[in-house]
């Protein structure tokens, strides 16, 4: 893999667990231990946008990994970064490449073990809560234009246990983001997760962008990205770990906060892919 230099991190490719193989990016300034974040990838596999989030949280003074969620497929690699294909993971191979990841960083010596957060983005937005649900390691969830859409509430190959009993057993607090515009999250879909974590009694906060199409942070995509709001993103993504460290979402209490900003003539229907 190519590795670009990027200013503020210092990057690498690591091997660990069940053959994972990761992208691992360390602040360049700052006092260790540091926080740090598990970054789960796109659909794409470990792409360059994915690096770029990776090296950007290095740089905010994050020990970041990514891990390549298919280091153990042997498939045409090409095609899938390409998005020629999609390969469906099951929540065990989620949960053991997320699982590892979380080894990993609990073991490094750079890492405060109790400040370690879960991200997921499009396809892994719900990897963080698959792993929190078994996990309690994790100190703070963030799922980014993903983990809701209509799949994740099926039953099948992939998945056999209902996201109703999987989220019901998170620990930590979730920082959701969406977009009016997407085409694969609806508003409905988003209420229907926040329906389940009040249910129970899960802290939460959730951030749904005027107009925002899907994938509108990933710069690798001229026709989506959307830069001044990725930089609210950035910082909304910041801020709450830093809230999450301060205490501000203590385990006896359930904090829910929901934020939108929609069209009332809003039809999912008419929401189409960018490119």
């Given at each position: 893999?190519?590795?670009?230099?990027?200013?503020?991190?210092?990057?690498?490719?690591?091997?660990?667990?069940?053959?994972?193989?990761?992208?691992?990016?360390?602040?360049?300034?700052?006092?260790?231990?540091?926080?740090?974040?598990?970054?789960?990838?796109?659909?794409?596999?470990?792409?360059?946008?994915?690096?770029?989030?990776?090296?950007k949280?290095?740089?905010?003074?994050?020990?970041?990994?990514?891990?390549?969620?298919?280091s153990?497929?042997?498939?045409?690699?090409?095609?899938?970064?390409?998005?020629?294909?999609?390969?469906?993971?099951?929540?065990g191979?989620?949960?053991?490449?997320?699982?590892?990841?979380?080894?990993?960083?609990l073991?490094?010596?750079?890492?405060?073990?109790?400040?370690?957060?879960?991200?997921?983005?499009?396809?892994?937005?719900?990897?963080?809560?698959?792993?929190?649900?078994?996990?309690?390691?994790?100190?703070?969830?963030?799922?980014?234009y993903?983990?809701?859409?209509?799949?994740?509430?099926?039953?099948?190959?992939t998945?056999?246990?209902?996201?109703?009993?999987?989220?019901?057993r998170?620990?930590?607090?979730v920082?959701?983001?969406?977009?009016?515009?997407?085409?694969?999250?609806?508003?409905?879909?988003?209420?229907?997760?926040?329906?389940?974590?009040?249910?129970?009694?899960?802290?939460?906060?959730?951030?749904?962008?005027?107009?925002?199409?899907?994938?509108?942070?990933?710069?690798?995509?001229?026709?989506?990205?959307?830069p001044r709001?990725?930089?609210?993103?950035?910082?909304?993504?910041?801020?709450?770990?830093?809230?999450?460290?301060?205490?501000?979402?203590?385990?006896?209490?359930?904090?829910?906060?929901?934020?939108?900003?929609?069209?009332?003539?809003?039809?999912?229907?008419?929401?189409?892919?960018?490119?």
């Open positions: 893999m190519q590795q670009p230099a990027y200013p503020g991190a210092l990057t690498s490719t690591v091997t660990f667990g069940d053959r994972v193989s990761a992208f691992l990016a360390i602040p360049e300034k700052g006092t260790a231990p540091y926080g740090a974040v598990i970054l789960g990838h796109e659909r794409y596999g470990l792409v360059q946008h994915t690096l770029d989030l990776t090296a949280f290095a740089a905010s003074g994050y020990v970041a990994v990514a891990p390549d969620l298919f153990r497929w042997d498939g045409d690699k090409e095609a899938l970064n390409r998005g020629d294909i999609s390969v469906p993971l099951s929540d191979d989620i949960v053991s490449y997320m699982g590892d990841s979380l080894d990993f960083l073991d490094h010596p750079m890492v405060d073990a109790s400040r370690i957060a879960a991200m997921g983005v499009c396809q892994s937005g719900a990897y963080p809560l698959l792993l929190n649900s078994v996990r309690s390691e994790v100190a703070a969830n963030i799922v980014v993903g983990g809701a859409q209509d799949r994740e509430w099926e039953l099948n190959e998945r056999s246990e209902p996201y109703e009993d999987i989220l019901a998170i620990t930590a607090p920082l959701g983001i969406w977009g009016e515009d997407d085409f694969v999250v609806s508003i409905d879909n988003v209420a229907r997760l926040r329906g389940v974590l009040e249910a129970n009694r899960k802290s939460y906060e959730f951030k749904l962008f005027r107009d925002m199409p899907h994938g509108w942070m990933n710069s690798t995509m001229p026709g989506r990205y959307r709001e990725t930089e609210l993103v950035w910082e909304r993504i910041l801020d709450f770990m830093e809230r999450v460290r301060a205490g501000e979402f203590p385990k006896d209490r359930a904090i829910w906060r929901f934020d939108s900003n929609i069209d009332p003539t809003y039809d999912f229907t008419k929401k189409v892919r960018l490119a």
